[in-house]
């Protein structure tokens, strides 16, 4: 074993903890030997939670591929070596662009929660062949929230929790799934606090809900009621800072206006929570000198989902909780995640394109049609949309009808196992990687991680593997790159000139952008980080876009700060902010918020009417799909023993309900949703509310054993989801309010037969 401790991240969540790891190697078995928490890391300060600690069983499963496949007619699958492979991928694509059009070919995914340099280097060959339709995870949650933002201010905001006097969770528990630096040390801080409250709005007694001062216990899909009546105590009892208003909000009375003509009383009992706990929480916000927000995916992903976006940022606006300590923040970006250019609508459905993505949702409906416009061709990175897209089956039929399928990933996984095609990436261990979840104000952090091991055998890190593809359309020659090339070789102040120089003269350098990064400046890099190549072009823009607040976090210029990313193994402050530059980060060009989206304040009009609840006698039950758990991650974590407990996924069920049905704890259920039907063991949780029941996320992902047995522990969540429950806005699904029939599974029946 090496005495070294080498620094990396936790790849489990958005956070990306700093970790330390001691490696060893084996008879060619690498592996993470020993794991703590980097001090040095600026953001994560040696924090981690208890999924750190199981990141082995991501560097060594039995899942993991080392060769490129191709499927054989009777779908089987062959290796094939990476030269035939990046040819026939290549020249399939090219076919799929000449005979239909570039656009017919989707992408979807490009990183999960920590490796965004692979889709970083994507765009290139997409551009090339004139693909510009795209999807991922984040236009399954987060595009209803891009949507109320862009209109508001321009651009994503993110509380300061640490520092914030009243902390807000709707629809959000940090104490599982984290989400914001340090969650665990923050929230523990918070609760200790006298002076500070925590406000969560949760059907679910959750671990973070214990901790509140402020618990709203929601009815579940009700949250629009609730966060409606929160908002209009503000304005009714004269609580929201009219300073703040007249100088920083454009619309404010129409709003409040709306607000103003809000049953309060009634909402709260529509929501299921006391009228007076509503108006005690909002006084308690209304006082407070900073106030922080956050939602996530219990609204995001529920009925009425937009709206609650917009209506919990009223929270901190009519209150001026923003661009002072502890308040709500607009951040800088080392690289943005959203992008503001997208094409409006997606070509078959004509579903709205919110930050560049097309919902997750109609991916299926976009392929599975004789329209003319449907795309033919896929590339999947880093995602596994078979299993994370609502509604699996009609999502594996699209899949399977594509006339050519290719995905990138580091495992044999459920959308894998459709493609055309499988390329093995190297994975984040064995290869420089970063997040661009990079959300903090008023210092703001990147980390570029160097590699551990080298590549296993077979794989390629996902840069290489990209500008192979583009090598192969051959439409950059080397007489293109050679003057770049020669100007690396002369220090990063020749190559920005000759970069700016070679970009106006030569405008097919312009598309295949991070291609000729990795090409020129790549092989100049040291310690095998040419995959960083693409952050020189990331660290000038940042430098560029936020100049006194980079210099402010000590680089003078891009280049001095593509150089301390290269250095710095543990991670770089890249920005530092001072309060006030929040206005400047508002895009609109007053630099005012700009309040009123009238669909909104329609929306706030008609929550008065009578709305019919989306279960039924054949439906009765609210199953929430897809919990975070202390042993969840996506579907990061394929091999099951990394669980300590909780090993099959228990559907969590009220009290009240199992001894309706007759449900035992440790029994077993059976869940029948409009989509489908499945087995899951039941666990009786005083946490859970009557009527709701909650399955985690993360299972239901096929493993095969030390032993050969092929396992499929626990339930696919999507198995029970239906793509038709979703925002109108956004087209955002309702994974968390899913109806359900639940019935006991005797166990006497099943040794009877
Ligand atoms: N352990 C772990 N952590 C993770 C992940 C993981 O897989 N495992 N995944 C990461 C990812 S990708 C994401 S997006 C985040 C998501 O993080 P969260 O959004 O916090 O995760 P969830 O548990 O899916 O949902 C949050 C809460 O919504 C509540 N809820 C259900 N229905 C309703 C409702 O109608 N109203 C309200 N107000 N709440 C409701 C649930 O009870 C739950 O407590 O977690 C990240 N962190
Ligand atoms: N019903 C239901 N569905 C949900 C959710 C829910 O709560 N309920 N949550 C939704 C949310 S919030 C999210 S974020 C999505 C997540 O869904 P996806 O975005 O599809 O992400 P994962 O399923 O985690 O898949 C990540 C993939 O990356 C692969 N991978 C790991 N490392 C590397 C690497 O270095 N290179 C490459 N190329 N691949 C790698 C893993 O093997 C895995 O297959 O699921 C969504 N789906
Ligand atoms: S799973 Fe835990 S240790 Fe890993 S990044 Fe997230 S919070 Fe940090
Ligand atoms: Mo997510």
């Not at 692979?118 to 399954?140: C, D, E, I, M």
């Not at 679910?204 to 214990?210: E, F, G, H, R, S």
Request: proline letters at 6%; glycine letters at 8%; hydrophobic letters at 40%.
């Amino acid at each position: 074993m090496s005495a070294d401790w080498q620094p990396t991240a936790c790849i489990l969540c958005e956070c990306n903890c700093g970790i330390v790891v001691q490696t060893s190697v084996q008879d060619g078995v690498r592996t993470l030997a020993r794991i703590r928490g980097d001090k040095d890391n600026p953001a994560s300060q040696g924090y981690t939670c208890n999924k750190a600690l199981r990141l082995d069983h991501y560097q060594n499963n039995r899942a993991r591929l080392t060769s490129p496949m191709r499927r054989r007619p009777d779908g089987s699958y062959e290796q094939i070596d990476w030269d035939t492979a990046i040819t026939e991928i290549a020249e399939g694509f090219r076919g799929i662009a000449d005979a239909y059009g570039g656009e017919k070919i989707f992408y979807y995914g490009g990183g999960g929660q920590g490796n965004h340099l692979g889709g970083a280097y994507s765009g290139a060959f997409l551009k090339l062949l004139g693909s510009r339709y795209r999807s991922n995870a984040l236009a399954q949650e987060k595009t209803g929230e891009a949507w109320v933002d862009f209109q508001l201010y321009g651009g994503h905001t993110r509380g300061e929790f640490e520092h914030a006097e009243v902390s807000v969770f709707v629809g959000k528990n940090p104490w599982m799934s984290q989400s914001f630096p340090r969650a665990r040390t923050v929230l523990n801080d918070i609760a200790k606090d006298p002076a500070r409250s925590m406000v969560v709005i949760d059907p679910v007694l959750t671990d973070t809900a214990k901790m509140a001062d402020f618990h709203l216990r929601v009815r579940p899909g009700t949250d629009a009621w609730c966060l409606a009546a929160l908002a209009a105590v503000l304005v009714q009892e004269n609580l929201c800072d009219d300073v703040f208003l007249a100088e920083h909000v454009h619309g404010a009375d129409e709003v409040r206006a709306v607000l103003a003509t809000v049953p309060i009383a009634e909402y709260a009992e529509r929501s299921g929570v006391d009228v007076e706990l509503v108006r005690a929480t909002a006084r308690r916000i209304a006082a407070a000198d900073s106030v922080a927000v956050f939602e996530d995916l219990g609204v995001q992903q529920a009925p009425n989902s937009t709206l609650c976006s917009y209506l919990n940022k009223l929270l901190w606006i009519l209150t001026g909780s923003f661009a002072k300590p502890g308040g709500q923040h607009l951040h800088s970006s080392f690289a943005p995640l959203f992008s503001l250019s997208g094409v409006g609508r997606s070509p078959v459905t004509g579903a709205p394109i919110i930050a560049g993505l097309v919902p997750s949702n109609v991916v299926p409906e976009e392929i599975l049609t004789d329209h003319p416009d449907r795309f033919r061709a896929m590339i999947v990175e880093s995602a596994n949309p078979a299993h994370s897209i609502a509604d699996s089956e009609n999502c594996r039929a699209a899949f399977e009808s594509l006339e050519l399928l290719v995905v990138i990933d580091v495992a044999m996984t459920e959308t894998a196992r459709l493609a055309h095609y499988v390329l093995p990436a190297a994975n984040q261990f064995e290869k420089p990687e970063a997040t661009f979840f990079n959300f903090e104000f008023p210092r703001n952090e990147f980390h570029l991680r160097h590699r551990l091991f080298e590549p296993t055998p077979g794989t390629l890190p996902e840069p290489e593997i990209w500008s192979r593809l583009v090598r192969a359309l051959g439409v950059v020659s080397e007489d293109d790159l050679r003057p770049l090339r020669d100007a690396a070789r002369h220090g990063r102040d020749a190559y920005t000139q000759a970069f700016f120089t070679e970009l106006a003269a030569n405008p097919a350098l312009g598309k295949a952008l991070p291609f000729v990064l990795y090409e020129t400046l790549g092989p100049t890099l040291p310690d095998g980080l040419a995959g960083a190549a693409a952050l020189w072009g990331l660290a000038q823009k940042a430098a560029v876009t936020y100049p006194d607040a980079v210099r402010r976090a000590g680089h003078a210029d891009g280049n001095a700060l593509f150089d301390a990313i290269l250095e710095s193994k543990s991670g770089v402050t890249f920005s530092v902010h001072e309060y006030e530059d929040d206005w400047a980060l508002i895009s609109h060009p007053d630099r005012k918020i700009a309040l009123v989206i009238p669909e909104m304040l329609d929306d706030i009009r008609a929550l008065a009417d009578d709305r019919p609840e989306l279960t039924d006698p054949e439906f009765p039950i609210v199953l929430s799909a897809g919990e975070r758990r202390a042993f969840t991650a996506n579907d990061i974590l394929r091999d099951p023993s990394w669980r300590k407990r909780d090993a099959d996924g228990a559907l969590r069920v009220s009290v009240e309900d199992a001894v309706a049905l007759g449900l035992v704890d440790g029994g077993r259920v059976r869940i029948t949703t409009a989509a489908g039907s499945a087995e899951a063991t039941v666990e009786i949780s005083a946490t859970m509310m009557a009527g709701h029941a909650a399955l985690p996320n993360g299972f239901g992902l096929d493993y095969v054993d030390a032993d050969g047995q092929r396992r499929v522990p626990g339930v696919a969540p999507n198995a029970l989801t239906s793509t038709d429950w979703r925002d109108p806005y956004a087209g955002t699904p309702w994974h968390k309010h899913v109806p359900a029939r639940l019935e006991a599974v005797s166990s006497k029946l099943v040794t009877a037969r």
